[in-house]
């Protein structure tokens, strides 16, 4: 995170940073990480002593253009109006599908921490006038626009192309008009049937004044007009904007050049991706913003999109995948060596400052949340799934002493998260049910080699039986070699033994989470049984 800080120590004098989202469906959980960038950011700033204003805008003047979302009867009549004017598609109180759908999304914000000094919706903005002396340069300046579209993105327009959108007075459309004079007041407008293939103008043409709400400029410039008028200093961009010629570099140019103001620092950010691919708001691909927040908790999720660099792209599998409770996982060793405790593998540099600023509370005790006993997510989650256990009692008794107020806050939140992972994006072989009622008659298939690793095993830990994940785990490894049996085998051998199947999770995590007199028992029962007596012994799965 020496980013943040090293941007905080560069720049001089009052900062606002910004950032907008045109909310065209919902929000998957990638368009988390510019918010969340963004905090950062704010936090490292007033750390350094930065009087910082946070904005986060959304852009719902912009067009209708997401057809999927729409039922087959709104289409013709939705596509190309502004998503502030088109209706809220749940019917659950908003005033529009802007209204709903980044209403959402702005919803998980305070749970991660970021609290933006203001929101500003451009549909409020437009009516009031403030737009008005942009729109006024860009039209007087619509020969330049022109010029810079065609020296910075090869964007040629006609010379009868001006910089402006009309919301039609008859259709209510924006996204189908085109302005083509300007006489100092009032701009010339045509509602063209064929101007976009994505919808349908109805015809109308004519003059009319495009101030006070009447119209909006195109994105490069609303863009370039909000730093202006915001006095904008810090913008973070996804990749995609921030591409040669792509949007943020017409709209720096639009603003030296049209708007004459220095555009603001931009701090270019990559994708999170689902499976490999890029999620889309506007075709509804990816998982939702909201859904995501509700199984993970708030530090790991700003630490998902904290700990690579904002310009490292995020690869992220929830669905049917581990990748939960490595991301737990990875948290907490963050957590651990910021402790100064020892840590298996190699920890980047910055993982003090990753782990601070994953925090919830900027003005958090961080030695003592690194201190805290958190008991890891993957144990956690076969704890949960035992009948009959008390989680909180298994999990101080594995610390070793009473839990802190804050470490059963932690524990309170990690149980709700594992049990939300268990009902949404665990794979299958997560949920799982021990065979408490007697040895699985699939044990009848042990070999005799796996038999003596059991043997093995039950006598290297009765004595002291193991107490964490970590350690159950050495002790298997341990045994499969003194009994020459490859590790597949030995981990087959005590799914067998305790679930009835040849997969399962973390064995030493599950062992762990069992009581230590049937663990060790059920090893030297299963070792004890041989082909047929199994079959007869064992119970119902």
């Given at each position: 995170?020496?980013?943040?800080?090293?941007?905080?120590?560069r720049?001089?004098?009052p900062?606002?940073?910004n950032?907008s989202?045109?909310p065209?469906g919902?929000?998957h959980?990638?368009?988390?990480?510019g918010p969340?960038i963004l905090?950062?950011?704010?936090r490292a700033?007033?750390?350094?002593g930065?009087?910082?204003?946070?904005?986060?805008g959304v852009?719902?003047?912009?067009p209708?253009?997401?057809q999927?979302?729409?039922?087959?009867?709104?289409?013709?009549?939705?596509m190309?109006?502004?998503l502030?004017?088109?209706?809220?598609?749940?019917?659950?109180?908003?005033?529009?599908y802007a209204r709903h759908f980044a209403?959402i999304?702005?919803?998980v914000?305070?749970?991660?921490?970021?609290h933006?000094?203001?929101?500003?919706?451009?549909?409020?903005?437009?009516p009031?006038g403030?737009?008005?002396p942009?729109i006024?340069?860009a039209?007087?300046?619509?020969?330049?626009?022109?010029?810079?579209?065609r020296?910075?993105a090869?964007?040629?327009?006609?010379?009868?192309?001006?910089?402006?959108g009309v919301v039609?007075?008859?259709?209510g459309k924006?996204?189908?008009?085109?302005?083509?004079?300007?006489?100092?007041?009032?701009?010339?407008?045509?509602c063209?049937?064929?101007?976009?293939?994505?919808?349908?103008g109805c015809?109308?043409?004519?003059?009319l004044?495009?101030?006070?709400?009447t119209?909006?400029?195109p994105?490069n410039?609303e863009w370039a007009?909000?730093w202006?008028?915001?006095?904008?200093t810090?913008?973070?961009?996804?990749?995609d904007?921030?591409t040669a010629?792509g949007?943020?570099?017409?709209?720096d140019?639009?603003?030296?050049e049209?708007?004459e103001r220095?555009?603001?620092?931009?701090?270019p950010?990559?994708?999170l991706?689902?499976?490999g691919?890029?999620m889309?708001?506007?075709k509804?691909?990816?998982?939702?913003?909201?859904?995501?927040?509700?199984?993970?908790?708030?530090?790991?999720l700003?630490?998902?999109?904290l700990r690579p660099?904002?310009?490292?792209?995020?690869?992220?599998?929830?669905?049917?995948?581990?990748?939960?409770?490595?991301l737990?996982?990875?948290?907490?060793?963050?957590?651990?060596?910021?402790?100064?405790?020892?840590v298996?593998?190699?920890?980047?540099?910055?993982h003090?400052?990753?782990?601070?600023?994953?925090?919830?509370?900027?003005n958090?005790?961080v030695p003592a949340e690194a201190?805290?006993f958190?008991?890891?997510?993957?144990?956690?989650a076969l704890?949960?799934q035992?009948?009959?256990v008390d989680?909180?009692?298994?999990?101080?008794?594995?610390?070793?002493?009473p839990?802190t107020v804050r470490e059963?806050?932690?524990?309170?939140e990690?149980v709700a998260?594992?049990?939300?992972?268990?009902?949404?994006y665990a794979p299958?072989?997560?949920r799982?049910?021990?065979?408490?009622?007697?040895l699985?008659?699939e044990?009848a298939?042990?070999?005799?080699d796996?038999?003596?690793f059991?043997v093995a095993?039950a006598?290297?830990v009765a004595?002291?039986?193991p107490?964490?994940?970590?350690?159950?785990?050495?002790?298997?490894?341990?045994a499969a070699?003194?009994?020459a049996l490859p590790?597949g085998?030995?981990?087959?051998?005590?799914?067998l033994?305790?679930?009835?199947?040849?997969n399962g999770?973390?064995?030493?995590w599950l062992?762990a989470?069992?009581?230590?007199a049937?663990?060790?028992?059920?090893l030297?029962?299963?070792?004890?049984?041989?082909?047929a007596?199994?079959t007869t012994?064992?119970?119902a799965?």
């Open positions: 995170m020496d980013w943040a800080d090293e941007l905080a120590s720049v001089s004098g900062q606002v940073v950032d989202k045109t065209s919902t929000i959980v990638g368009s988390l990480r969340v905090d950062v950011i704010t700033l007033r750390a350094n930065h009087e910082t204003t946070l904005l986060y852009d719902d003047m912009d209708m253009d997401a999927a979302l729409l039922t087959p009867d709104a289409i013709d009549r939705e190309g109006r502004p502030a004017h088109v209706p809220d598609p749940a019917g659950d109180g908003h005033s529009s209403g999304f702005i919803d914000f305070a749970g991660l921490g970021i933006p000094d203001r929101y500003y919706w451009m549909s409020d903005i437009y009031t403030a737009m008005d942009y006024r340069l039209l007087d300046r619509a020969p330049l626009v022109r010029e810079i579209y020296r910075v090869n964007v040629q327009h006609p010379d009868t192309w001006h910089p402006l039609c007075p008859t259709c924006v996204g189908t008009t085109i302005v083509t004079k300007w006489d100092g007041e009032r701009v010339f407008f045509e063209r049937a064929d101007l976009v293939t994505w919808a349908r015809g109308t043409s004519g003059w004044s495009p101030f006070s709400g119209a909006k400029l994105w410039l007009a909000q202006s008028l915001f006095g904008v810090i913008e973070p961009g996804g990749k904007l921030s010629g949007s943020r570099d017409r709209s140019a639009i603003a030296r049209v708007f220095e555009p603001p620092l931009n701090v950010y990559e994708f991706n689902i499976g691919k890029k889309s708001t506007s509804g691909h990816g998982a939702a913003a909201h859904a995501i927040a509700e199984v993970i908790p708030s530090e790991q700003r630490f998902l999109f660099r904002p310009n490292q792209a995020i690869e992220f599998d929830p669905d049917g995948t581990d990748a939960v409770p490595r737990f996982d990875e948290f907490d060793r963050f957590a651990a060596a910021t402790a100064g405790r020892e298996r593998g190699e920890i980047s540099p910055g003090e400052a990753t782990f601070r600023y994953s925090l919830l509370d900027p958090a005790d201190a805290a958190r008991p890891a997510f993957a144990h956690l704890v949960v035992i009948p009959g989680v909180a009692a298994r999990i101080e008794a594995e610390k070793g002493s839990l059963v806050a932690i524990l309170d990690r998260a594992a049990r939300a992972w268990l009902e949404t299958e072989h997560a799982l049910t021990v065979r408490h009622d007697g699985p008659h044990a298939a042990l070999e005799p796996q038999r003596a059991l095993l006598e290297a004595t002291t039986v107490t964490t994940g970590e350690a159950w785990q050495d002790a298997i490894f341990t070699t003194a009994t590790a085998r030995a981990f087959a051998a005590l799914y033994t305790f679930l009835g199947r040849t999770p973390r064995a030493g062992l989470s069992l009581d230590p049937f663990a060790v028992g059920r030297r029962e299963a070792a004890a049984a041989v082909g007596a199994a012994t064992g119970g799965p």
